[in-house]
């Protein structure tokens, strides 16, 4: 896809360039945020925005935006890490299923069933169980519950393409069933799977937040957006500043890479919302 | 009737891996689960009676099979810190985790596929415009915040609802209705942006189909044919994501809980996992996933009522 | 006689792309009028315009009378009007039907929609009589439905309104050749019945000049040619009806070699078994698609295999070449024993196969060069430059320039990719080629050019084919020899001459019987 038509998909073209905006945002606060975000000032606390501190402090004082900085930098990694486990086991899965067939698809079918009985948060529950709450734990219980999406995709979509007669050729040109699903069926479902991808993705933030809410993701003194809520549960009613920016943050990243994904859809091939619902 | 023992075969399959599953992260990983219950500064003593208690002393195959088959009958196991049957804390929580979650799937139903439909019939004019930049919305509040907001608004500002807490069902009835509302919208309405999305979806896929070309030239104006033939083919699709939808729901009861203070499941299992108490965790998550399981199974059966080719189906 | 349908100026565009313009005809009442075209020229959306039914994003001017009156503007009306006056019947009867419903509530309510004082329950056996069904079926599902009943229950909604228009858009091109058949005597006989005008669009000629008194002949969204079917089609005026024409008549091939009689492939006993998996189909009859068939072919031979789609001989056809193995008996390929998918690597490049749909055959995201070196992987020992030599040598032996070897399929049309389909079957210079369908699924007018291909291509390299394919015509004109199948089995043999004069099984006199006659002129 080149850039002239992204021009002609101006909601792609909006709901990336968002995106974008707010992924560099997350990354600059590697490198700078306006005050350390374990900087702690009680005398500081619940300032009202000003020229010093843009969204005000916290209760322990703390500089909001440098929070919130550090808090999406924290959900997109929290995310795409859960998506890169769902694809990187997932794909595969999906495509092995599809192309030994039988048994085999049997087996991996009944695995990705099995896997979408534990939603995330019963994951991080039995993890945190056995090792104490963390991002990590946050990743993997999401990651989890993306492998059986992705494995889904993956099968579908090659169990459509199996069919076509370009599958036919190749097998009598001699290829091996691993060599077909990486020369003719992964490229033609990168598609689909780019578009869940960003679905996933914006899944996975929303997760990483409840968990992080609850207590079973993201510990101090690192923050996360649904950390931050945590925090102002008990306070929400006398400043509800506290709770709005970090809610707010999370409406509009996830906003952002929803519209990214529509348009991603849309524009890569409008066959593809016909196949999402099958 | 094939199907339905295949999908029964397959349901009883899944619990059983699935019980597997936590017995291994729960009894076998932890290495010794009395000493990981009771921490490194407990006495001999009971360490020895917790044991005892949870059945230790015989090996692990026999162990998982003594879990499940008690399970079968309704019995949990006791729980260490709780000093009660699991059975007996899970059914109370229930009574809070059960209403709020199915009130929540039969709002989100109630909003979002009506809205779904309403968008669809007006496909590209400004009234699907505006429900599907709603939609948009929606789909991307977390829940939990949303309870917040409607707090803020609903309990603090208007003081229509009470903010946060639980009457039980036998003391008061209404106030027990009262204070589930506050939560169940706060569950529901994201779940009704995304079912809304999904029912224009699956309605304006069917709505290029064939058949709707039939009804027309039968007789029927575009809005006759959707109604008469279009809704429920795209109910089917629907239906899948509404099990999923459950899924997620009863997960994010959990986490709703939370704001509003109730006695839930995610509230016991909180506590649990604070305590370490790995009979509770067990069993409870044991439940959470039976739920979900039990919903797909649900979900799959309304399937196969609805639609005729899937009855005979045979491989 | 006065006209039922008057079109004037009829244009229809999609965005800037014109798909019909300046369109004028008139149907008479009680005539049986058809159009013909092939795909993209306008004959389905010239259908829908009359029907009110044209997709949201098309744009319409021109007028259209029926019995005299403008079509109405107001939805309801014009679907009133629909369905009280006008019935149709569609191409593909699987999707046209609503699958959750039985096929009689659907006909009951074309019934109520027509006529709400109607007693649908009193008229629904004699309609289902009427077109060849019985009353059992109303209470099936379409999925429980073979095409053919399901075609019927499309005419009986149609008729359910007692219209004056019946609309048939390529109401047969989803069936087989026998049902093919059934189903156009059966709208012929209604409508003489019922004094009914009709509207028939297709894409076969001869279907056309069976059932029609006046034809329209469209290309590109424009009328070329309008008349009676006599006239029109024996006397063509215009170049491309002279072409479509041309193209119903598959002229036999001259054979320069006689075939040698030695045998290339030997099939002996042959037997593919589908079985049920799974417990719960344990001990159930497995399905043999393939029962016991021998066959042999020489050297140079054309042999094709014709029969009824699910017979078995594509399923032949794939063992043959290695893509599906037997359950049971062997075959024998140039002296290499072997079952189906353990043919060596070493005799596949002797084999190949060229597949029915040109547009599923190619892996979009691969040049053209890329998909046609495939095969080569088979000849590990070819040099870089000699692989380069291989492409271009078969690219241009199709008819193609080597330039397109850079170009994506989808770049190229039906006609064309089916060439490419070819080059990539010829790339490493087999001796065996399986032609599966070769040009079914490709428009009329090209058909010839690649039947004419495949001729040369078989005289220049001395190949050998074996021909899989449903169209009489087109066997007669290709092949030495022909196999009759039927359920798996061979059930007739001869050359076409011979066995179609005088066919002797029940099923080839069937297949012959459903041939439709030649345009004389």
Sequence with gaps: MNWRRLLDHPSLALGLAATLAFALLGLASLIWTPYPIADIAISRRFLVPDASHLLGTDHLGRDMLSLIMAGTLTSFTVGAAAVAIGVGIGVPMGLVAAMWGGPVDWVAMRISDLAFAFPSVIIAILIATLIGPGATNAIIAIGIFNIPVFARVARGGALALSSLDFIGAARLAGLGKAAIAWRHILPNIMSLIIVQGTIQLSLGILAEAGLSYIGLGTQPPATSLGLMLRDAQSLFLIHPSLSLLPGLAIVLIVVALNIAGDGLRDALDPRLRRQELA | MLYLLRRLAGFALTLLIAALVIFVLLDLLPGDPARFILGINASADALAALRLQMGLDIPAPARFGNWVWSMLQGDFGVSHTQRAPVAKLIAERMAVTLPLSVFAMAISMAVGLPLGILAARHRGKPLDTALMVMAQGGVAVPNFWFGMLLTLLFAVTLRWLPPGGFTPWYEDGWLALRGLVLPSLALALPQAAILARVMRTALVDVAGQDFIRTARAKGMTYGEAIWRHGVRNALLPVLTILGLQFAYLIAGTIIVENVFYLPGLGRLIFTAISERDLVLVRSATMVLVLAVSATMLVVDLTYALVDPRLRERRA | ?521
């Design chain 3, 1 to 521: 006689m006065t006209a039922l349908v008057e079109i004037d100026d009829l244009a229809v565009s999609f965005g800037a792309r014109p798909a019909i313009e300046g369109l004028t005809l008139a149907i008479e009442k009680g005539e049986r009028f058809g159009i013909i075209g092939e795909s993209g020229s306008g004959k389905s959306l010239t259908a829908l315009a009359i029907a009110g039914l044209l997709p949201e994003t098309a744009r319409m001017s021109g007028r259209i009378r029926f019995d005299g009156a403008p079509l109405p503007q107001d939805e309801r009306e014009m679907a009133r009007l629909r369905g009280k006056r006008i019935g149709m019947v569609f191409q593909e009867p699987m999707t046209a039907l609503n699958p959750l419903m039985r096929v009689g509530e659907q006909i009951e309510e074309a019934m109520r929609l027509a006529d709400e004082a109607a007693a649908p329950l009193a008229d629904l056996p004699a309609l289902l009589q009427e077109v060849g069904l019985e009353p059992r079926h109303a209470g099936r599902y379409p999925h429980q439905l073979s095409g053919g009943q399901r075609q019927r229950v499309m005419i009986a909604m149609a008729l359910a309104s007692r219209p004056e228009l019946m609309i048939a858009d390529e109401p047969t091109s989803a069936l087989d050749v026998i049902t093919q058949r059934l189903v156009l005597d059966l709208i012929g006989e209604i409508c003489q019945r019922r004094r009914m005008t009709l509207l028939f669009i297709s894409h076969d000629i001869r279907a056309v000049a069976a059932l029609c008194e006046r034809v329209a002949v469209l290309h590109r969204g424009t009328l070329v040619e309008l008349g009676p079917v006599h006239t029109v089609l024996t006397r063509p005026n215009q170049a491309y009806t002279q072409k479509l024409v041309a193209a119903t008549q598959v002229t036999p091939r001259q054979r320069v070699a006689a075939p040698k009689p030695e045998p290339l492939l030997t099939v002996t006993h042959l037997t593919r078994a589908f079985k049920g998996r799974g417990l719960l189909h344990w001990g159930e009859k497995p399905l043999l698609a393939v029962n016991d068939v021998s066959l042999s072919i020489g050297v140079g031979e054309c042999l094709a295999l014709v029969g009824p789609s699910g017979c078995g001989k594509t399923t032949l056809g794939r063992m043959i070449v290695g893509l599906d193995s037997a359950s049971a008996g062997e075959m024998d390929f140039a002296g290499t024993p072997y079952r189906g998918a353990d043919l060596p690597a070493a005799r596949r490049a002797d084999l190949s196969l060229v597949f029915q749909d040109p547009f599923g055959s190619f892996n979009p995201r691969l040049t053209v060069a890329q998909s046609l070196g495939e095969p080569l992987r088979l000849l590990p020992r070819l040099a870089p430059l000699e692989r380069q030599t291989r492409l271009e040598e078969a690219i241009t032996s199709v008819g193609l320039e080597t330039a397109m070897l850079a170009r994506y399929p989808h770049e190229f049309s039906g006609g064309q990719r089916q060439r490419l389909a070819i080059a990539r079957a010829m790339v490493t210079r087999p001796r065996l080629v399986v032609l599966d369908e070769p040009v079914s699924a490709l428009d009329v007018s090209v058909r010839g050019d690649v039947l004419d291909l495949l001729a040369r291509l078989q005289a220049d390299h001395a190949l050998t084919y074996l021909i899989v394919s449903h169209d009489l015509d087109m066997v007669a004109a290709m092949a030495d020899r022909v196999l009759v199948m039927e359920a798996g089995r061979i059930v007739e043999e001869g050359t076409p001459t011979a066995l179609f004069a005088r066919p002797r099984h029940r099923l080839t006199q069937e297949l012959m019987a459903a041939r439709l006659p030649d345009i004389v002129g």
